[in-house]
Nanobody, 125 residues
């Protein structure tokens, strides 16, 4: 299984940005998917996750109401729509996947088995 994140860039605060992550290898529909980020000098932190059901999502408090995770099972893609970007959102963003039957969404890094390479998001004030 390989994950390829894309869509990062330099953005002004307040603008939107959408990250994409292509997931190769079956069985995509059985994966829970997540986004993490790592700011310079900080540990990697959980941002959001989506379960096998698109109605099951969870967000860290700092992005709730601004970020939206979604998935397209036909295209094997997971997206992160980021609105109202803030300078503190600056980080390398990673997508991650794990095949699971659990109904509780995975929210820690060690819960995930597969990782993308990361895409840099820089938000200027």
């Amino acid at each position: 299984v390989q994950l390829q994140a894309s869509g990062g860039g330099l953005m002004q605060a307040g603008r939107p940005l959408r990250l994409s992550c292509a997931v190769s290898g079956p069985p995509f529909r059985r994966y829970s998917l997540g986004w993490f980020r790592q700011a310079p000098g900080k540990e990697r932190e959980f941002v959001t996750a989506i379960g096998r059901s698109t109605s099951s999502t969870y967000y860290v408090g700092s992005v709730k109401g601004r970020f939206t995770i979604s998935r397209d099972n036909d295209k094997k893609m997971v997206y992160l729509q980021m609105n109202s970007l803030k300078p503190e959102d600056t980080a390398v963003y990673y997508c991650a996947a794990v095949e699971t039957i659990m109904t509780v969404l995975p929210t820690t890094a060690h819960d995930y088995k597969y990782w993308g390479q990361g895409t840099l998001v820089t938000v200027s004030s």
